[in-house]
Structure formats: structure tokens, C-alpha cells
RNA sequence: GCCCGCGUGGUGGAAUGGUAGACACAGGGGACUUAAAAUCCCCAGCCUUCGGGCGUACCGGUUCGAGUCCGGUCGCGGGUACCA
């Protein structure tokens, strides 16, 4: 009898696949269609085992929906535009453009013998210039719609590279490569009106009933409604024009509590007034010295400086407030100026404190809650309850002395309305979302800078705007900082399209999160020479079901939702489009030990000197061998001086990182196992959501058992057994396999799914039915494992005498008749602890299980004669009693 | 800092508020074999005076009943608007 040899038969049913274009997408009959997508790679090389998990997930969802009827969209491309290409031109010298293309290459390669059933002939990268040409004709169209526009904002600026950084290329402040503390810069780049929309994008997380809980709560946190007052302080003797003070607060209840009024460093204010004031304008220079981060700003010390400047509290014309520059003020956010009431605020009272300002309670804990309470001017912490819950205010405006903090602040914008005092607004913390790089590798912004006509769009026909390739007739010189657009000796020269003068093209690239926000759209039609096609995109789109990583539970999927707006808009896609994924799931990493050892290091230092250094030494998981959870060096290593067969130190689940050797490849694994085996395990050993770590041995483990159902199917197809009395429990078996494996498939429950086909297989070994009730067995078991194991159910599906491909049979049905049991057992509970069980038929009534369970033995002794205090039946589940 | 998750045996994990540990790895025992590999079968949370007791990161709460719900603490991970 053969041995399953996935070598031999993995290229078989590809190139089969392949023939009978089994995963091409087509519109066949009046099938329904299903779109399933996984978050398209970034080109960074190899592929990595985490691929391999996320795209076996949605190759499983994928052969699931064909089994069961569907036109299905399936569709592969590459996320091709950013900065890795060129930091590797920077690093290695080449080309960004053929760096890119080569990674491209050797990943399709890779991705090829692992049997995804993907529409190859949809392919496309979005540094593609036919993808890039259509993104540039959406960005005209956006900005004929007035979803674009340009405005002044703040970049990393490193003063000695003399070039924008990204916030990853800011390394404590610092510049990556020179060293020197970064700045802030201001520069005139193109944003998208994403806040225009920021009510509608909060209001249809609701709308979204497949998508992860977590995602809308950090999405809607993000885009962040708030409800406030704005209002104005008057200020006293302030520079002309800045006789008011505008502010935004969430809490106008606590105005009777301010304290000071801080405004941002970027406030016109302080650049006013540090015109005449060099000790502020030190002061916000350092403020401006920082990383543009959200996370460096919160981070930061809270300094302040105050500028000297008073204004008045509106309500009380005698009362004085000072004016601060603070730097935990960001100008982006509501007005760019607060008021500051340090007995409700962390942040605001430690503020005060520091800056010894007074500290004023409005409210404190309701009568009878006060507890330990200590006041904050007493010393205490800010005093900071839920909105809800009721306190005891102590200087209220109209509102009751016991009141919520949620009734206060609409008492208060009430008073602060009919008193002319300010405004209840709505705002939102999300912002416009800056769209310019100051880079070569990304798509070019197709607009021109005329002297005559300004920034002027460029003419459709004129698309694609192509990168150069190089520089005055030689290869682009990505050894200098800075954009090689900008320095590009002709590229930038045009004509204008509006006067036909010499002009000057935009040299400012688009954000690579601008290429990933319609290619889902793009594959419906990915050779349409405008964006889309409307008729392909009316048929496929939605996504039906979206799978990629948590990391992108915000940016990316906000940008897409906008972004699929803004098309449905400008006529690029249909109403029906406006939230384009209907069920999102965001699965785990692939996680792997860290295997090391730390030593001391000989190096020499400064004068030549040898010197030491405790550092880690870390080993390959080839150069380990794993006993009994311990793990040891397989051969001698000269480095630590540590001989073979010593134990190392064993760090688990660790993220796979190039630098801590720990990293698996997938070709490898292909070549030991074959892809069933990497399919199979990816998905077997954790729940999709979560991480889940290779091992060596569960790899294996994995193998051995498609070793052991193809040995299962072989034998059976090789027997010929007459049918026996065990024929019937085996199908009924096999109906419950198939209506529990179709649940797991459903719910993306595949590791639950997989135990159940483990524990089939296991029954399937040791039944003693008939040839007939075993092949219906062993042909169900390989149509349930086909969407995670397609090659070796092909060929056991072959081996059985399976009609055409598996890929193509349908799914099988469970015959619900079988699925019912007639009996079922019931533990019995003590107090909630387990002492007992009884089996009764599945519709015993209530009163004779009670019967039943009072006259069981551990009952009995419990009860000792009494009579039980409650007796709680959950029928088909589970009995209490209670003593 | 802020927002969002996660935490269960030696390991990965299972469990609509209802028998905690399914299924698997590693481990132990056995069968087959001259032997090994491969394969097949069985055992197994921890402690125990063998009555039972303790157990889902930690502390507390709700409930007849909590891994699951609520509050707090600790640890880890993701995001934090120019990494993708």
C-alpha cells in the first residue's frame, strides 16, 4: 500500500486546479456570490508563517462557500508602496522599484505550493502604475467633490539629514540614522476630509453586526463624540486682535472649579506673544522640540509657563485667571485652548500643584458615600466618579444639589446658553487625515503648482503620473536623504494644464494607507481602465467576509470606510457599498520559543582593551532539541564556549523576530511536511483569534495524522467488508461530525472543528461496519477536511471512487433526524459542587427527575434525613440541589 | 499616559452562566518486532490520612451555580493618526 507522499500529490492537484480553473471568479448562473478577502501582504520578502495562518483561514471560508454553492471572489495582490523598499535601496544600494518587484516575485513562488484556491489572473500590487493611474483618477475626483484639501501641519523634521521622518524613525526623540533631536516642522501638505464624515462613520458602526465588538468600541472611541461648551474668555490687556480666548470643554460644570486657562503651544496666542517674551519662546521652542506622537505628547512631563497674561472668569468679572502655555495642549483638538479644574482632572491638578494655582471642588460624594474621602485641596486625589453616578455638588449653577455629572454639564451649557456665555457644541477628536509623504516610493499627488494658476489638477489623460525610474540617465541616488522626486533634475518640469506655461509638479507622495483603501474594490474589476467597472463592483462587492490582523482595528478600516464614501460619491462604487466589509475577523500571530543563553562577551573597548559584556546568545530552533519541555544544544558553539547536549534558556510564544533567531519558514516546513501539514496545524492547535506558537512537535503531530486518515482511507478502499450491525452508529457519527464540523466552519471555530475531526478519525479507525458505511465515512471525513486540507482529500476523495474534484462536490448535509439522542445524562449538584449523575430519557418531566435525584445516594447522605432547601432542574443539563 | 484585548494542567487549548481540562503535544505503561523505526491500545490537573480537599493570574462581589457576569489589582499584547 502507498504512503502518503504530499510531494507527490500537492503539485498534482494544483496543476489540476489549475486546469480546470477551479478558483477563477466568474458570474456563473444565478449562483450567489461570496467575496472573501484577506488583508493583502506588504512585499517584505518571504513569506512568513503568519501568512500562511491567515490566508489558510480565508482559503478555508473560500472552498467552504464554492462547496456550498457560491460564485466565489478570492483575490491576491501586494500592498507594494513604503518606506522598506527604500530603506533597503539606502542599505544595499538597487532600486526601490525592482527590490519590490523581486519580493513580489519570490513570495507568489511561495505562496503558490501552499493550494490556496485564489484567482491568480486578479493579481495586482498598487505600485503597479495601472492601479496607481486609477488611484490618481479617484484623487482628482475627490478633490473636483471637495474631499480634499491643502492646509498647514506639523512633520519630524531632522535638522541634520535635512529630511520629514516617520514616527518610527524617531527613536527617543531622536533621528534614526543622524542622531539629532527632531523638530517640529510646518508644511503645507493635502488632506482628506475624513472629519466631514466623522458623525456618519460613528453613527454606522452600529450598522455593523459582523464585525468584532472590540473593533467598533476602539474605532468609536477613536472618531470620539463629545459633547461640550465653547465659550471665550476676556482676556486683560492681551495683544491687539486676542481679546478673547476661545475654549472648549467637556465639563462646564466644573467651570466654578477653574483655575487656569492653558492654550497650546501652537496657539496664535503664544506665537504672539512670544514674539516679545524670549523666555516663552525658549519655553515653546522645547515644546516644539518633540516627536509629533500622540503617545510622546501624553508621555511627556506636563510643564507649563505662564505667559503672564490674565483673563476674566465669565461669570464673575472680578474673578482672575493666569494664562499657561502647557504642553500637553494639542492645537488639533477643539480649540487648542482649556480651562483647567485641578480637583476634577488628574492631570490638571497635578498641574496645579507644580504651578502652586489654587485647587477648587465643585463637587464631592454624595451624602452618606464620602467614606475616607480627603477633598483634593485637602490633599486627595482628583476626584473624578463616572458621569452617571449621583455626587453632592457644592457650587452648582441651576441644577440640584444632588445631580449627576451628565445632568450638570446640560444644566450647565442650558445656563451658559440663556446667559450668553457660550455655545453646546458636538465635536470629535478624529482629524483629517493627512495624506503627503514627503517620498519617492508611493503613488505621486497628480497635481501641478503653476506661477499663473496655482495648484492646479492634473488632466486625466495625462494619468498614470509615473515614477521615475532614474536620475539624469542613471539609477536614482537613494544614498542621499531626502526626496529624490524633489532633486529629480527634469521629472518635476511640466506644463501646466490649465495655461500650458511651465509648471512644477507636486512632489509629495500619497500615505501608503491611500493604496490599501479601495484595493478591495479594485479586484472586482482589476483591469477596468477607470477605478472600477460598476456593473462587476454592483455584482462582488461587499467583501463578504474580511480577515487580517487587530492591528489594523483602526487606520486602516476607518480609511477604507471613508474611502468607499468618498466612491460611492464621485460614482466609483454603488450605495450599496458604503460599509464595504460585512463581517470583519481579526485573527492571532503565529508565535515561536526563543531559544538563548546569555554570556559574558569579549570586545574591545574604546582604548583597545578587551573588555565584557552580558549579552544573549540566541540559537535556531535546528541547532535545539527539545526533551520533555527542556531544550539543548544539538552541536558545540564556539561563541559561548557552551558544549553540546547543554540546556538553554526557553523563552515561550515569543512574536517571531529575525533578531532573535526565532522564526520559521514556511518553505521549510513545505518541504518536511508538505502544505496539508502547515494548513492543518496553523489552524488546528489554537482558536483563530488568538496567537498561536509553532512547535516542531505539533508539526508533526500534524503530519503523522494526515499520515493516519490517508492509511484509513487507503485500507478501506482496499477492503471489502459486508455491511454489520455497527454500520448504523458510524453514520450517525458521521452526521454529527458533519453538523458540527459545518457549525466550526461557520462560527471560525476551525481548531474546534479540527478536534472534532480528530476525534471522527479516531472513531472511523476502530468501527467495525461495513465497506459501504466505512467509504461514506472516509469520504465525508475528506470533504469536511478539504477547505483545510484540499490536496490529501482530493486523493483520498480519488481513492474512493469520488465523482470530479472535491473542490467541486458539494458540502455535505447533516440528516438532522440522525443528530437526535433519546437519553441524556444529568450531573447532579450538591451546593453547586458535582456528587452524582443519572441518566433519564431526553423529555423525562421535571417532578421525575426531581424523584430520580432525591433518591440518589450522594442525595440521600447529603440531605441526612432533611429536606432540601431548593432543588433547581435545568432540563437536559444539570441538577442543584441545595441543603 | 490614553483606548482595546488577553491570562485555564508540564505545553497548545475545550467548555450557549450548568459535569473545568474535550482534542492534541510532551510524559508513563503495554502490544507488535530478533531489535529499532513505524503503527496500535491504555493511563494521566494538583494534594490526600483515600473520607475527601484544592484548583481557570490575584483580591472582592452578584448567583442555587462563575473560566464565563460586575468592581478593583497585577502581568502580557495591539493601537496611539508618517511602520504596514
Known amino acids: 500500500m502507498s504512503r502518503y507522499d504530499p510531494a507527490s500529490i500537492e503539485p498534482k492537484w494544483q496543476a489540476a486546479w489549475e486546469e480546470a480553473l477551479t478558483f477563477k471568479a466568474t458570474r456563473e448562473g444565478d449562483k450567489p456570490k461570496y467575496y472573501v478577502l484577506e488583508m493583502f501582504p506588504y512585499p517584505s520578502g518571504r513569506i512568513h508563517i503568519g501568512h500562511v495562518r491567515n490566508y489558510t483561514m480565508g482559503d478555508v471560508i473560500a472552498r467552504y462557500k464554492k462547496q456550498n454553492g457560491f460564485n466565489v471572489l478570492h483575490p491576491m495582490g501586494f500592498d507594494a508602496f513604503g518606506m522598506p523598499a527604500e530603506n533597503a535601496a539606502m542599505a544595499s544600494g538597487g532600486h526601490p522599484k525592482d527590490w519590490t518587484y523581486g519580493n513580489i ?79 517640529r516642522k510646518e508644511l503645507t501638505q493635502w488632506f482628506f476630509k475624513i472629519s466631514d464624515k466623522s458623525g456618519e462613520l460613528l453613527d454606522a458602526l452600529d ?53 487656569f486657562v492653558g492654550i497650546s503651544p501652537d496657539h496664535p496666542l503664544a506665537k504672539q506673544l512670544e514674539k516679545d517674551n524670549a523666555d516663552l519662546a525658549a519655553f515653546t521652542a522645547e515644546c516644539r522640540k518633540m516627536a509629533t506622537t500622540e503617545e510622546a505628547m501624553e508621555k511627556a512631563e506636563k510643564k507649563g509657563f505662564d505667559t503672564g497674561l490674565r483673563v476674566r472668569h465669565p461669570f464673575d468679572t472680578a474673578w482672575e485667571l493666569p494664562v499657561y502655555v502647557a504642553n500637553f495642549i494639542l492645537m488639533d483638538y477643539g480649540t487648542g485652548a482649556i480651562f483647567g479644574c485641578p480637583a476634577h482632572d488628574q492631570r490638571d491638578l497635578d498641574f496645579a500643584r507644580k504651578y502652586d494655582l489654587p485647587v477648587v471642588s465643585t463637587f464631592a460624594p454624595a451624602m452618606g ?87 492646479v489638477p492634473e488632466k486625466k489623460e495625462n494619468l498614470p ?128 520559543a526563543i531559544y538563548r543563553r546569555s554570556y559574558l562577551k569579549r570586545i574591545d573597548d574604546i582604548d583597545g582593551a578587551p573588555a565584557h559584556l552580558t549579552t544573549y546568545r540566541y540559537y535556531y530552533p535546528e541547532e535545539i532539541a527539545v526533551r520533555e519541555g527542556k531544550a539543548y544544544l544539538v552541536n558545540d558553539d564556539v561563541e559561548t564556549q557552551l558544549k553540546a547536549g547543554d540546556e538553554v534558556e526557553v523563552v515561550p510564544s515569543a512574536k517571531m523576530s529575525k533578531s532573535k533567531n526565532n522564526v520559521v519558514d514556511p ?43 490517508y492509511r484509513i482511507a487507503a485500507e478501506i478502499a482496499a477492503g471489502d467488508a459486508p455491511s454489520t450491525k455497527e454500520d448504523e452508529a458510524l453514520l450517525k457519527e458521521t452526521h454529527k461530525t458533519i453538523h458540527d464540523v459545518t457549525m466550526g466552519v461557520e462560527s471560525f471555530g476551525f481548531n474546534a472543528a479540527i478536534a472534532k475531526l480528530y476525534g471522527f478519525t479516531n472513531t472511523l479507525s476502530k468501527s467495525r461496519a461495513g465497506k459501504e458505511a466505512k467509504t461514506f465515512a472516509a469520504k465525508t471525513l475528506a470533504q469536511l477536511m478539504s477547505p483545510m486540507t484540499p490536496h490529501l482529500s482530493e486523493e483520498i476523495w480519488q481513492l474512493l471512487g469520488g465523482e470530479g474534484l472535491i473542490a467541486d462536490a458539494p458540502w455535505p448535509k ?25 441518566e433519564v430519557p431526553k423529555d423525562m418531566p421535571k417532578e421525575e427527575v426531581e424523584k430520580l435525584v432525591l433518591a440518589h445516594d450522594a442525595v440521600v447522605k447529603a440531605l441526612d434525613g432533611g429536606t432540601p432547601k431548593k432543588l433547581i432542574v435545568v432540563p437536559g443539563r444539570i441538577v442543584n440541589v441545595v441543603v
Open 814 to 838: 447533516a440528516d438532522e433526524a440522525m443528530l437526535v439522542e433519546d437519553s441524556v445524562t444529568l450531573p447532579i449538584q450538591v451546593n453547586g459542587k458535582r456528587r452524582g449523575e443519572i
Open 207 to 259: 450598522t455593523l453586526d459582523n464585525w468584532p465588538a472590540k473593533v467598533k468600541t476602539m474605532q468609536a472611541n477613536w472618531i470620539g463624540r463629545s459633547r461640550g461648551l465653547q465659550f471665550a474668555f476676556s482676556t486683560i490687556d492681551a495683544p491687539e486682535g486676542f481679546d478673547r480666548i476661545e475654549v472648549y470643554t467637556t465639563r462646564p460644570d466644573t467651570l466654578m472649579g477653574a483655575s
Open 667 to 709: 518553505m521549510a516546513i513545505i518541504s518536511t511536511y508538505g502544505a496539508d501539514t502547515a494548513r492543518w496545524f496553523v489552524l488546528s492547535d489554537s482558536p483563530p483569534e488568538r496567537d498561536v506558537e509553532w512547535t516542531a512537535s505539533g508539526a508533526e503531530a500534524a503530519n503523522k495524522h494526515l499520515g493516519r486518515v
Open 369 to 455: 458615600e464620602e467614606g475616607t474621602f480627603i477633598l483634593p485641596e485637602d490633599g486627595g486625589p482628583a476626584y473624578v466618579p463616572p458621569k452617571q453616578e449621583t455626587v453632592r455638588w457644592l457650587k452648582p449653577f441651576n441644577w440640584d444639589e444632588a445631580a449627576t455629572g451628565e445632568a450638570a454639564i446640560e444644566a450647565a451649557i442650558d445656563f451658559c446658553e440663556k446667559n450668553g456665555v457660550g455655545q453646546g457644541v458636538t465635536k470629535f477628536r478624529l482629524r483629517d487625515w493627512g495624506l503627503s509623504r514627503q517620498r519617492y516610493w508611493g503613488c505621486p499627488i497628480p497635481v501641478v503648482h503653476c506661477d499663473t494658476c496655482g495648484v
Open 105 to 183: 516575485d519570490t513570495m507568489v513562488g511561495q505562496m503558490k505550493p501552499l493550494g490556496f484556491g485564489l484567482d491568480w489572473s486578479r493579481m495586482f500590487a498598487t505600485c503597479d502604475p495601472e492601479y496607481y493611474g486609477q488611484q490618481q483618477a479617484l484623487f482628482l475626483d475627490f478633490l473636483e467633490k471637495g474631499l480634499v484639501y491643502r492646509k498647514n501641519a506639523m512633520v519630524n523634521w531632522d535638522p541634520v539629514d535635512m529630511t520629514v521622518l516617520a514616527n518610527e524613525q524617531v527613536i527617543d526623540g531622536c533621528g534614526w540614522r543622524s542622531g539629532a533631536p527632531v523638530e
Open 465 to 592: 503620473i509615473q515614477l521615475p525610474y532614474d536620475e539624469a540617465g542613471k539609477p536614482i541616488d537613494f544614498s542621499i536623504p531626502g526626496n529624490p522626486l524633489d532633486r529629480h533634475p527634469n521629472w518635476r518640469d511640466c506644463e501646466c494644464p490649465s495655461c500650458g506655461k511651465p509648471a512644477k509638479r507636486e512632489t509629495d507622495t500619497m500615505d501608503t494607507f491611500v493604496d490599501s483603501s479601495w484595493y478591495f474594490a479594485r479586484f472586482t474589476a482589476p483591469r477596468a481602465t477607470t477605478p472600477t467597472d460598476l456593473s462587476e463592483a454592483e455584482y462582488w462587492m461587499n467583501v463578504d467576509q474580511y480577515i487580517g490582523g487587530i492591528e489594523h482595528a483602526i487606520l486602516h478600516l476607518l480609511y477604507s470606510r471613508f474611502f468607499a464614501r468618498g466612491m460611492i460619491e464621485t460614482g466609483h462604487l454603488p450605495e450599496s457599498a458604503k460599509e464595504p466589509f460585512n463581517a470583519l475577523f481579526t485573527q492571532g500571530m503565529v508565535t515561536h
